[in-house]
């Protein structure tokens, strides 16, 4: 995708068509609060869910998938050692694997681990929120347990610097998201501010991706379409009856789910993406 202003709601339909074509298995690591979350947001997009997180299951479920994603909200030796065997195998067989460092910034075990990940796995895609993202590239950033908190002016130039640095597409999570190669940073306009009074957000994001790149060949085009989906399903979601956010996380998974190829074919979708100079 060289150039993700000319989206269009055809182009977005295209990419839903093909996930729901290829029920590609996405091969999720996560943490015990989202895991029912991710497993439900991988299956409403037409994606396949599975959620093998025992040393050597791991990585055997991993050869299977369509893509893998690493989830670091766990930091037990058990679970770092069976998300450094699903991210060799998935490199080994040549599934794109996709990493959320979750909590990125917040304590030097995770610093560590997150490192670890980063030098021994090749990443299609990085996930992280402003603080996360900032983190990782080395600028200036505040985390405080899993989230991320401060003024992120700069975070164009920061998530290219950190594709240039990985070789991943970066996508960084906030009011506005934002997804950056080596060569360019793109503002993405799309999405409620409900979406971050529910606990997992972010971690959907980061499965959403996966499930993205599993069934599209181009990590900018996954990445770009993946983050607009999310946002427009987090819109839609608003729309519909609430009381507060225990109802709009239903209403959100349910948006997901009725986010199908002929909706997006009719969406005006072409000024939600933007440049950063």
Known sequence: MSEPTTTTGEALADSLRAIREREPLIQQLTNEVTKNDLANVVLHWGALPVMADAPGDAGEMAELAGAVLLNTGRMSDRNVEALHEAG????????????DPVGAGATPTRDRV???????????????????????????????????????????????????????????SG?????????????ITAGHELMGAVVGTGCMLGATL?????????????????????????????????NGPASYRINFLDAVANLRPEVAA???VGGRIGRID
């Open 175 to 187: 009011a506005e998201d934002v997804v950056a190669d080596a060569e360019a940073a793109y503002r």
């Open 88 to 99: 060799r195998a998935g490199n080994e067989l040549g599934a794109p694997v996709v990493l």
């Open 210 to 242: 996966a499930a993205f790149r599993g069934s599209l060949e181009d990590d900018l085009t996954a990445a770009v379409h993946g983050t607009l989906a999310y946002g427009l399903a987090g819109e839609r979601a608003a729309e519909l009856p609430h």
């Open 114 to 172: 997150q490192g670890s990940l980063l030098s021994a796995v090749e990443f299609a895609i990085v996930k992280g929120n402003y603080g996360e993202i900032s983190h990782l590239a080395g600028a200036e950033a505040e985390v405080k347990g899993v989230e991320s908190v401060g003024e992120y002016e700069g975070i164009g130039e920061t998530a290219r610097a950190l594709a240039a640095e990985t070789g991943a597409v970066v996508v960084a």
């Open 266 to 268: 009719d969406l005006d």
